[in-house]
């Protein structure tokens, strides 16, 4: 079991940029791979990006293409996801999650959640 403690939400203008970090404690031991969630008001909890244990692969969600980069500092432990040209529709709860395996990451089903970050975008 890895425990995952996300920051750096909060209000931006629309244009602005926001980085998210999300540090792991616990069993880090394991090759972890790592991803980024969000969930907006009265909708479901979407995929949003996924590195790989040495980051050598990454995938993102069609809508946040060429706008956010997820990076990883394992010495850190640390996983972030930089924010760019952010949108209103872009506002949501912002969760980081951990598991072996990509699939287990970008199908929602891992085993290791944080308790989620607020990012407001204001138009």
């Known amino acids: 079991q890895v425990q995952l403690v996300e920051s750096g939400g909060g209000l931006v203008q629309a244009g602005g940029s926001l980085r998210l970090s999300c540090v792991a404690s616990?069993?880090?031991?394991?090759?972890?791979?790592m991803g980024w969630f969000r969930q907006a008001p009265g909708k479901e909890r979407e995929f949003v990006a996924v590195?790989?244990?040495?980051?050598?692969?990454?995938a993102y969600a069609d809508d946040v293409k060429g706008r956010f980069t997820i990076s990883r500092d394992n010495p850190k432990n640390t996983v972030y996801l930089q924010m760019n040209s952010l949108k209103p529709e872009d506002t949501a709860v912002y969760y980081c999650?951990?598991?072996?395996?990509?699939?287990?990451?970008?199908?929602?089903?891992?085993?290791?959640w944080g308790q989620g970050t607020q990012v407001t975008v204001s138009s």
């Open positions: 999650a951990a598991d072996v395996t990509r699939t287990s990451i970008v199908s929602g089903r891992a085993r290791n």
């Open positions: 616990g069993r880090t031991g394991s090759n972890y791979v």
């Open positions: 590195i790989t244990w040495a980051g050598t692969i990454t």
